[in-house]
Structure formats: structure tokens, C-alpha cells
T-cell receptor
Framework: ETGVTQTPRHLVMGMTNKKSLKCEQH?????MYWYKQSAKKPLELMFV???????ENNSVPSRFSPECPNSSHLFLHLHTLQPEDSALYLC?????????????FGPGTRLTVT | RKEVEQDPGPFNVPEGATVAFNCTYS??????FFWYRQDCRKEPKLLMS???SGNEDGRFTAQLNRASQYISLLIRDSKLSDSATYLC?????????????FGQGTTLQVKP
């Protein structure tokens, strides 16, 4: 149903592991976003990409490294995470990079750091 | 003060009831406003954008009050399927950069 897909849907990793989250949008949008949703907290914007260029890094620790090879794909590379990084990581896309552009979300990756 | 504030609820209402949620925002320069719906352990889904003049989509009505900096969502004739968390979303300032701020959400539980 959704035009934004994310893999994997669930991920358990140790603090010394390296893993990557993948997002793909099939909507022809030009902007993509990573959000973090921790339990009982609002969604927090992490990164914004517009036409493959990063336009926002919302003070995210360097253990999270985004990559946007083209307008349809977005990755989040993870390394040496902490248990407090366990959360739902959501990818979103919008037609353009603007405040009035409605954002559409993927199903998320539920990450557990052990 | 939080940038976007919502009463977390839960709001427990019977089927057929009318229920209203309010949301306040702190940045008077905000220009765009949305309501999203999020089901348990699922992604947020856009419910409706909120326009200055107010707008309606079936049983859902959204209103914006810029002077008081609040947004409301009214749901008429509640259905069991309306049970979800409703997220108030506001853009951050007037820079038109796609940076949205999400409220914590208001939980609605519609009972038979």
C-alpha cells in the first residue's frame, strides 16, 4: 500500500555491530527524511535530503551516518550504537523540500540495541 | 515550553460521539500545519493539512487559530476504526525547509 518501503522491519544489534537501514520511495519525490521515534516521545527529525543533498543534520551523533545515492533511496548506516538508540526509525518523503509539502512515511525499522 | 503541545489523553468515547482535540504551538512564525494519525506500532499517516480558513474532510474538521496559536481537530460520529493516536504537526519557523515538529500525540479510544 505504501509508496515508501523500509528494510529491515526489525533489527537487533549489539553495540559493536555495524548495520544499515534502507529506505526506498516509489512516489517520484525529491526530498527524503530520517526520523527517530522513541517510546513515549514525539518523532524527532534526524536528517533531511533534498535532491540527494543533505540539508539538515539535527545534531545527530556521528554513530548515525546517512547516505542518499539518488532521490529514491536513502540509507542510515549504524555503528557502535548505544542501548538508548533503540527506537523506531522512520523514513519519509515529500514532493519537494518545503514546509507545505506533505510527508509520507514508510513502515519503519524497529531497532533494538543490546 | 514544548514547541508543540498536545493533551496525551487517552480520550475514551462511545461510538457515534463527537470528540475534539486541541494542539498549541510556540512559534508564531509557523506557516504549515497537519494532523497525522498513528496506529499502534505503525507509521504516521497523513490525515489532513490544516488551512487558514479551516477545512473539512468527511467526518473530520480542522481549524487553525493563529492569534492563539492553536489547532483543533474535530471528529464527528466516531467509529471504532478511529481509535488511534492523533499527531499535531507544525513546521519550524518560516524558513520553508521541510522541518516539521511533531507533538507527542493524543490517544483516542472509541468504545462500542
Amino acid at each position: 500500500e505504501t509508496g515508501v518501503t523500509q528494510t529491515p522491519r526489525h533489527l537487533v544489534m549489539g553495540m559493536t555491530n555495524k548495520k544499515s537501514l534502507k529506505c526506498e520511495q516509489h512516489l517520484g519525490h525529491n526530498a527524503m527524511y530520517w526520523y527517530k521515534q522513541s517510546a513515549k516521545k514525539p518523532l524527532e527529525l534526524m536528517f533531511v535530503y533534498n535532491f540527494k543533498e543533505q540539508t539538515e543534520n539535527n545534531s545527530v551523533p556521528s554513530r548515525f551516518s546517512p547516505e542518499c545515492p539518488n532521490s529514491s533511496h536513502l540509507f542510515l548506516h549504524l555503528h557502535t550504537l548505544q542501548p538508548e538508540d533503540s527506537a523506531l526509525y522512520l523514513c519519509a518523503s515529500s514532493q519537494e523540500w518545503g514546509d507545505f509539502d506533505e510527508q509520507y512515511f514508510g513502515p519503519g525499522t524497529r531497532l533494538t540495541v543490546t | 515550553r514544548k514547541e508543540v503541545e498536545q493533551d496525551p489523553g487517552p480520550f475514551n468515547v462511545p461510538e457515534g460521539a463527537t470528540v475534539a482535540f486541541n494542539c498549541t504551538y510556540s512559534n508564531s512564525a509557523s506557516q504549515s500545519f497537519f494532523w497525522y494519525r498513528q496506529d499502534c506500532r505503525k507509521e504516521p499517516k497523513l490525515l489532513m493539512s490544516v488551512y487558514s480558513s479551516g477545512n473539512e474532510d468527511g467526518r473530520f474538521t480542522a481549524q487553525l487559530n493563529r492569534a492563539s496559536q492553536y489547532i483543533s481537530l474535530l471528529i464527528r460520529d466516531s467509529k471504532l476504526s478511529d481509535s488511534a493516536t492523533y499527531l499535531c504537526v507544525v513546521n519550524r519557523g518560516s524558513s520553508n525547509t521541510g522541518k516539521l515538529i511533531f507533538g507527542q500525540g493524543t490517544t483516542l479510544q472509541v468504545k462500542p
